[in-house]
Antibody
Framework: EVQLVESGGGLVQPGGSLRLSCAAS????????MSWVRQAPGKGLEWLSV????????NYADSVRGRFTISRDKSNDTLYLQMDSLRAEDTAVYYC?????????????WGQGTMVTVSS | AIQLTQSPSSLSASVGDTVTITCRAS??????LAWYQQKPGKAPKLLIY???YLQSGVPSRFGGSGSGTDFTLTISSLQPEDFATYYC?????????FGQGTRLDIK
């Protein structure tokens, strides 16, 4: 079964850091680009970042560039999102998503999401 | 960034109805468009990719069309499980962007 399982969410103070993980299974992880997408409470979907199948090229939304870092580890089929300098507006459910191609494409598999709350 | 505008933002329909949701891009995106369904508390689910291709396992009452800047999602013979929020998504260029969503309610 193709599956993505996120972990690492929680409550963090403004200015703090958090690292999210996304464990992949059921497909050849190293063949596909992977992204992070978030959804603030009651709001729509916002793409945050992508890493290519090789782990080389990456891209970020302006809202997180310079604060968030995406990476992947092919040795354990895991995607990461290091989040620094967190702000209240980063409060959201964070999803990892598999893309249909090596660097761009529709998101055909999604994790269940992990909640991040930034508050003092 | 390419903006996607969905219409309507919400609509009410009955079981058995056929509904159409449109998505307009602020610039041409060829056929690099997908549609997702999201139910409360759940992750989005891919319905249509590359504008008109049905994702495996998705019922054939869902259909997509369009290219360039104008796209549509059509749901025929609505079923109770189809009442949800629908998002379009362009992946022609980064940053990849989503429409604001269309909420489909039971009339």
């Amino acid at each position: 079964e193709v599956q993505l399982v996120e972990s690492g969410g929680g409550l963090v103070q403004p200015g703090g850091s958090l690292r999210l993980s996304c464990a992949a299974s059921g497909f050849t992880f190293s063949t596909y680009a992977m992204s992070w997408v978030r959804q603030a409470p009651g709001k729509g979907l916002e793409w945050l970042s992508v890493v290519s199948d090789s782990g080389g090229p990456t891209n970020y939304a302006d809202s997180v560039r310079g604060r968030f870092t995406i990476s992947r580890d092919k040795s354990n089929d895991t995607l990461y999102l290091q989040m620094d300098s967190l702000r209240a507006e980063d409060t959201a459910v964070y999803y990892c998503a598999k893309q249909r191609y090596s660097f761009i494409g529709a998101f055909d598999v999604w994790g269940q999401g992990t909640m991040v709350t930034v508050s003092s | 960034a390419i903006q996607l505008t969905q219409s309507p933002s919400s609509l009410s329909a009955s079981v058995g109805d056929t509904v159409t949701i449109t998505c307009r891009a602020s610039q041409a995106i060829t056929s690099a468009l997908a549609w997702y369904q999201q139910k409360p508390g759940k992750a989005p689910k891919l319905l249509i990719y590359d504008a008109s291709y049905l994702q495996s396992g998705v019922p054939s009452r869902f259909g997509g069309s369009g290219s360039g800047t104008d796209f549509t999602l059509t749901i025929s013979s609505l079923q109770p499980e189809d009442f949800a929020t629908y998002y379009c998504h362009q992946f022609n260029t980064y940053p990849t962007t989503f429409g604001q969503g269309t909420r489909l309610d039971i009339k």
